[in-house]
């Protein structure tokens, strides 16, 4: 499991040096043994209906995917970057309100064979599924793979 | 075609009602037979790597892709909201520099079967290719699928 120190620096990452994600508004706002979640107000994200942009949905979507993937990584000891590969976005509804991501953490055996790869080889692959919620409601869901290279 | 009186409000909603899409400093850069084009510098889309934001490129291409149906719906005369429904990305290299999305317009059965069926039935489906280029290379790809709805 990632420390607070971890999660604290994954922030100031996110805030400092990429600057969409500060425009956004995007932060982690919880952590546990199911995955991370990450939220971004409405304000910021809006588009000309007066809902979420998609784009920002995929963004928030691709950071949190990213981010669960970031900690895992580190919290593990593996020194490899991790990149996105590809993405695919379903949109079900607009989502009139801010949206929170929820990046499913993958099963220990797909994430102990992922970490081996990783050691062995200096690279592997890794398929993240993100939830997009807005008012207890699904508004997308994203599945997006992740190079951890090293 | 679209006029340029269109291009011009078409640019001024984005960057008065899609706020990210200003933060983004995207701007509709070519219009042609071939489709549309458009541009985002790499300072507000930056990464931790220097590179151009996976989650920017993708919300790029979304744009540029919707911004394309969008224009040929309202010169056909459609009275209809388009919206994303779908899209699916690959990141083929990373980008050092500005990036262009190059959403390709439908082949012109594709379109006019679009167009009838949305004429009939007030919503219909059509699928947009976009290409993501930095410095004359192809950086990423997507396929936006988008609904009209009337």
């Known amino acids: 499991m990632?420390?607070?120190f971890a999660l604290r620096r994954l922030q100031a990452l996110l805030h400092e040096q990429?600057?969409?994600?500060?425009?956004?508004?995007?932060?982690?706002?919880?952590?546990?043994?199911?995955g991370l979640e990450m939220?971004?107000?409405?304000?910021?994200?809006?588009?000309?209906?007066?809902?979420f942009f998609g784009g920002s949905a995929s963004a928030l979507g691709i950071l949190a995917g990213w981010s669960l993937v970031h900690l895992l990584t580190m919290a593990?000891?593996?020194?490899?970057?991790?990149?996105?590969?590809?993405?695919?976005?379903?949109y079900s509804a607009p989502a009139p309100g801010p949206v929170t991501a929820h990046a499913h953490r993958p099963d220990p055996s797909v994430w102990q064979r992922f970490v081996a790869t990783q050691a062995r080889f200096g690279l592997a692959r890794l398929r993240v599924r993100v939830d997009l919620l807005c008012e207890g409601e699904r508004v997308a869901t994203l599945e997006a793979s992740y190079a951890a290279k090293s």
Chains 1, 2 share one sequence.
Do not use: C, F, S, Y
């Open 2 to 4: 990632p420390t607070d």
């Open 18 to 34: 990429i600057p969409l994600a500060r425009e956004m508004g995007a932060e982690v706002t919880a952590w546990g043994p199911g």
């Open 39 to 51: 939220t971004a107000p409405l304000a910021p994200n809006v588009n000309h209906h007066g809902t």
């Open 76 to 90: 593990d000891g593996l020194d490899a970057e991790v990149v996105i590969q590809r993405v695919a976005v379903r």
